[in-house]
C-alpha cells in the first residue's frame, strides 16, 4: 500500500510539475509572440511615419513651389509700414553701401505676368493719390488683404518711374487697368498711368506680349519697354518672366535686399556675367540653396547666383564671361522660382551694386517691331476703352 500510495503521489507530482511547466512555457510563447508581434508592428508604423513624412515634405516643396505670394507694400517713413512679404531671404546682410544706384524701398510681389486667362475679368481704377499708394488703393478698392497685392504690382511698375516713398503726392493721378486672374490675390496689370506734380509729366506703362516672344512686357505709348535689360552677352539668365526686386528694396527686419530678383521657370539657363573663377559653391544653402560665387578680377567685383536648381561648376574653375554655370531654382530660402544674382565689391563684400547702372554692364529697352506696331497700338486703344480715355491726359510722355 505505501508503495502504490508513492506511486499514485509521484504519478500526481509529475502531472503537477508538468502542468506548470506547461502553463510557464505558454506564458513564454506567448510573451515571445506578442514581442515580435510589436517589433513587427513599430517596424511598420516606423516604415508608414517615415513615408508619411517624406509624403509631407514633397507636398510642402511641392506648395512652396507653386504658391503666388501675397504682398509687399510700401515701407513708407513716415506714412505706414508696408506688409513683410518676401520671396525669399538670403545671406543676412544688416549694412551694406549700395552705390551708383537709387534706393528702391519696394517690396514687390509676385505675378506672372505671362499667364492668359480664359474668362477675363478686367476692371479700372482711377483715383487720386492720398497718403500714400497703399492707403489709395485700399480705401478705394474693396478687396481686403488682395488690395495689397494689388497695390504691390502697381509699385512694382512704378518703381521704374520714380521713388514711390519720396516722389509721390497727394492729388497725383492714377489710372489702371488689370484683369483678376484666377488665383486668389492675383493680378495682370494691363496699363498704368501716373500723373505726376512732383516730376511735371505722365507715365505710362501697357503690357504687350509679341509674336514669337516666350514672355510679354511693358511698353510706354511709343513702344519702349519700361525696365531695362541688361544685354545679351553680360546678362546671367537667358530668359526671365520680369524683374521682381532691385538691390535697396527693402526687406524684414530693415534689411536692404541687396541683388536683383529674376522670376523665372526652375531650369533656365544661368551665366557668368564676366571671366572669372568660381570662389566658392553651396555656401549658407539652407538660405541660399545652390548657390555660385565668381571672383571677376578685371572688373574688381564678384557676382553671386542664388537659390539655384543645379550648379554645373566646381570652386577653383575658370569660366567665361557667357559660360552656363547653373540652372535657376526655388532652392533655400525661396518662396518662388527665380534667379538671385548679386554684384559686390571685390575688397569691400559690403559694396553692392545696381546692374542697371554698374559701369561694366551695359544695358538697353527693347522697341516694339515694325511689324508689331500696329498691333500693339490696338492693344493700347482697348485698356484706354475700358474707361474712356477721353477723360484723361492725353499729355502721356515716356518714362
Known sequence: ??????????????????????????????????????????YELSSVASAYNVGL????????????????????????????????????IQNFNLVETSFYKVEPVLFDSSIQSNEPNIQT?????????????????????????????????????????????NGDDLNVVYERLGNESQFK???????????????????YKERGKKYGGYFDRNGKEIPQRIVK?????DEYIEIVSLPGDSRKGGRGHAGTDFKA?????????????VSRVNWNRRANGYCIEIDHPNQKIKTRYLHLSRVLV???????????IGESGNTGRSFAPHLHYEVRGRSNKNTVYNPFDFKYHKTYQRDISDQERGEFKKTVSVYDAFYGKNKIDQNVQAG
Not at 552677352?233 to 539668365?237: A, H, V
Not at 566646381?314 to 552656363?324: P, T, W
Request: include cysteine.
Open 125 to 169: 481704377l482711377k483715383l487720386k493719390v492720398k497718403n500714400s499708394l497703399n492707403y489709395t488703393i485700399c480705401q478705394k478698392v474693396k478687396l481686403g488683404d488682395e488690395c495689397d497685392s494689388l497695390t504691390a504690382h502697381l509699385a512694382r511698375l512704378l518703381v521704374w518711374f520714380l521713388d514711390v516713398n519720396k516722389e509721390m503726392r
Open 57 to 92: 515634405k514633397v507636398k510642402k516643396v511641392t506648395e512652396e513651389s507653386t504658391v503666388e505670394l501675397h504682398p509687399v507694400v510700401l515701407k513708407r517713413q513716415s506714412l505706414e509700414s508696408g506688409l513683410k512679404t518676401n520671396i525669399h531671404e538670403e545671406e543676412s
Open 314 to 324: 566646381k570652386r577653383g574653375r575658370y569660366v567665361k564671361q557667357g559660360e552656363v
Open 233 to 237: 552677352k553680360q546678362s546671367p539668365i
Open 1 to 42: 500500500m505505501q508503495s502504490q500510495f508513492f506511486v499514485k503521489n509521484h504519478g500526481k507530482n509529475i502531472r503537477k510539475t508538468f502542468s506548470l511547466r506547461m502553463l510557464f512555457n505558454l506564458l513564454f510563447v506567448t510573451s515571445l509572440g506578442f514581442n515580435i508581434y510589436f517589433l513587427a508592428f513599430q
Open 189 to 207: 496689370i494691363l496699363q498704368l498711368i501716373y500723373k505726376s506734380s512732383y516730376m511735371k509729366k505722365t507715365m505710362e506703362a501697357n503690357f
Open 265 to 277: 521657370e526652375v531650369g533656365t539657363l544661368i551665366r557668368s556675367t564676366f571671366d572669372g573663377r
